[in-house]
Nanobody, 127 residues
Framework: QLQLVESGGGLVQPGGSLRLSCSASGFTLSNYAIGWFRQAPGKEREGVSCISSRGGRTNYADSVKDRFTISRDNAKNTVYLQMNNLKPEDTAVYYC????????????????????WGQGTQVTVSS
């Protein structure tokens, strides 16, 4: 069973930074694309970023481009989301999930291409 666990969330002031981690258990993360999504209170879940299985392809939502960076360390079975210059509108529960593209160098932010969702980690940006 594919299982993902997110960590690294917390409370940060506007302009601050956080690094989220998505760790895998029970499977080899390097065989899969991974996506990050977020859901703010009262809003639908939205795609934030994704990375292909070997890291050759990444995608970002327009709202986070130039502020967030996705990366992966397959040796540690972990995907990271570095978030800089955080804004109050980034406040949400952040989830990672396994993409459907296998070893292909592909990923996008289409939610129904993802499964095995983690439990989420809360990010709150507030002064």
């Amino acid at each position: 069973q594919l299982q993902l666990v997110e960590s690294g969330g917390g409370l940060v002031q506007p302009g601050g930074s956080l690094r989220l981690s998505c760790s895998a258990s029970g499977f080899t993360l390097s065989n899969y694309a991974i996506g990050w999504f977020r859901q703010a209170p009262g809003k639908e879940r939205e795609g934030v970023s994704c990375i292909s299985s070997r890291g050759g392809r990444t995608n970002y939502a327009d709202s986070v481009k130039d502020r967030f960076t996705i990366s992966r360390d397959n040796a540690k079975n972990t995907v990271y989301l570095q978030m800089n210059n955080l804004k109050p509108e980034d406040t949400a529960v952040y989830y990672c999930a396994v993409g459907s593209w296998g070893l292909f160098s592909l990923c996008d932010l289409t939610e129904n291409e993802y499964g095995s969702w983690g439990q989420g980690t809360q990010v709150t940006v507030s002064s």
